[in-house]
């Protein structure tokens, strides 16, 4: 079920996200769809933190709570869908629909982005902030 979030709430959440994946505090679950998506558009650390840097509010596509045995269920997906120019393998230029979906983690010690999805979007797209 959709949560419904403020412009406001939604840069914060951003602005904190960018925050920690700026200075490196971020992990990739490492599942054969963001996998397949990163090798076959050569995705390297620097490509993935200037694409998920460069998001912006008007790239969100909505928020749900956690539903992965791996999280709290009290922790919210934040899904963000920013249009991108890649190129795959052979050079070719296309635009795609990342589909970006991460929980902020926060412990005691330090805080962390938990990217859970980062590949093609498979789905229409949503954008209440446009």
Same mark, same amino acid.
Do not use: W
């Given at each position: 079920?959709?949560?419904?979030?403020?412009?406001?709430?939604? =840069?914060k959440?951003l602005?904190?996200?960018?925050?920690?994946?700026?200075?490196?505090? &971020?992990?990739?679950?490492?599942?054969?769809k963001?996998?397949?998506?990163?090798? =076959?558009?050569?995705?390297?650390?620097?490509?993935?933190?200037?694409?998920?840097?460069?998001?912006?509010?008007?790239?969100?596509?909505?928020? =749900? &709570?956690?539903?992965?045995?791996?999280?709290?269920?009290?922790? %919210?997906?934040?899904?963000? %869908?920013?249009?991108?120019?890649?190129?795959?393998?052979?050079?070719?230029?296309?635009?795609?629909?990342?589909?970006?979906?991460? %929980?902020?983690?926060?412990?005691?010690?330090?805080?962390?982005?938990?990217?859970?999805?980062?590949?093609?979007?498979?789905?229409?797209?949503?954008?209440?902030?446009?």
């Open positions: 079920m959709p949560l419904k979030f403020t412009r406001e709430q939604i =840069e959440v602005e904190n996200a960018k925050r920690l994946v700026q200075g490196g505090a &971020y992990s990739i679950s490492p599942r054969d963001n996998m397949m998506f990163t090798d =076959e558009y050569n995705l390297t650390t620097d490509k993935f933190k200037k694409i998920f840097l460069d998001i912006a509010v008007e790239d969100f596509h909505t928020a =749900e &709570y956690n539903n992965n045995d791996r999280f709290s269920p009290d922790d %919210v997906c934040y899904i963000f %869908v920013p249009q991108v120019m890649l190129a795959d393998v052979s050079g070719d230029l296309k635009h795609h629909n990342v589909y970006v979906k991460f %929980v902020l983690v926060v412990r005691k010690i330090s805080d962390a982005v938990i990217v859970i999805s980062f590949h093609e979007a498979e789905q229409s797209v949503n954008y209440p902030f446009r």
